[in-house]
């Protein structure tokens, strides 16, 4: 059974920093690819990163890029997203994700996970 076990979530201060991680298992990494989403208060879900079992290439959304980074563990068992200079705007309850590539749409990625709660205050 594919199991996504996010963790890592909780109160920072505006500039502060904060590591996420996916705990994976029931699947082989190298075949697939994880994501990293976002959903805040009253909107939609929104990719922020992903990063390919096959490959190792790694993708960001414009707000994410040169703040978060995305990577795994030597023995893939787990992906991490190291937030940096965090903003308000960055609050949100945060999901992974896997799927076949990170061009994949949103629909296409399963096996979410229950969602870490990330909260920075001004």
């Known amino acids: 059974e594919v199991q996504l076990v996010e963790s890592g979530g909780g109160l920072v201060q505006a500039g502060g920093s904060l590591r996420l991680s996916c705990a994976a298992s029931?699947?082989?990494?190298?075949?697939?690819?994880i994501g990293w989403f976002r959903q805040a208060p009253g909107k939609e879900r929104e990719g922020v990163s992903c990063?390919?079992?096959?490959?190792?290439?790694?993708y960001y959304q414009p707000y994410a890029r040169g703040r978060f980074t995305i990577s795994t563990d030597n023995a893939k068992n787990a992906v991490f997203l190291q937030m940096s200079s965090l903003k308000p705007e960055d609050t949100a309850v945060y999901y992974c994700?896997?799927?076949?590539?990170?061009?994949?749409?949103?629909?296409?990625?399963?096996?979410w996970g229950q969602g870490t709660q990330v909260t920075v205050s001004s």
């Open positions: 994700a896997h799927a076949l590539t990170c061009q994949e749409a949103q629909s296409d990625f399963g096996s």
């Open positions: 029931g699947f082989t990494f190298d075949d697939y690819a």
């Open positions: 990063i390919s079992g096959h490959d190792g290439s790694t």
